[in-house]
């Protein structure tokens, strides 16, 4: 999914840092992501990206290198930390089943967000739309 998106919104993520957990990383299929400072975080170390013990420190070296948006792209855990500090949420929707899935995003109140829109990604096999939201002030 976070393939998807990033191919179908590149723009917004170019020049951007990226926050992911180890794993995420592990799945990518070329590394690191274009145009974005990458940042992993793991509690070992991982070759060829900057590795920080925890969300909160990732926050701190994309601070310092200068970065003002940083977009959390999974796993869960990570999408948790980052969910109570984020101020907009760039989700895609797959319309998929994936047996013994064990990484969810969390359930978040709409209340707390206003949606600004939405883009289809992909039609159809599988489908794949992709929203914005910004959290009501």
């Not at 180890?22 to 060829?48: H, I, M, Q, Y």
């Amino acid at each position: 999914r976070d393939l998807v998106r990033s191919r179908g919104l590149g723009d917004v993520y170019k020049r951007q840092a990226i926050i992911m957990g180890r794993r995420t990383w592990e799945s990518l299929p070329f590394k690191p992501l274009k145009s974005r400072l990458n940042c992993v975080v793991s509690s070992a170390d991982v070759e060829g990206v900057h590795v920080a013990r925890d969300p909160q420190a990732a926050l701190g070296h994309c601070a310092a290198e200068g970065y003002r948006r940083v977009y959390g792209i999974g796993g869960e855990g990570i999408y948790r930390a980052l969910l109570p500090l984020a101020d907009r949420l760039l989700v895609t929707e797959v319309d998929v089943e994936i047996d013994a899935a064990d990484a969810f995003f969390p359930e978040f109140d709409p209340e707390e967000w206003i949606e600004l829109g939405n883009l289809c990604l992909r039609a159809t096999g599988p489908r794949a739309i992709a929203r914005e939201w910004l959290r009501r002030r």
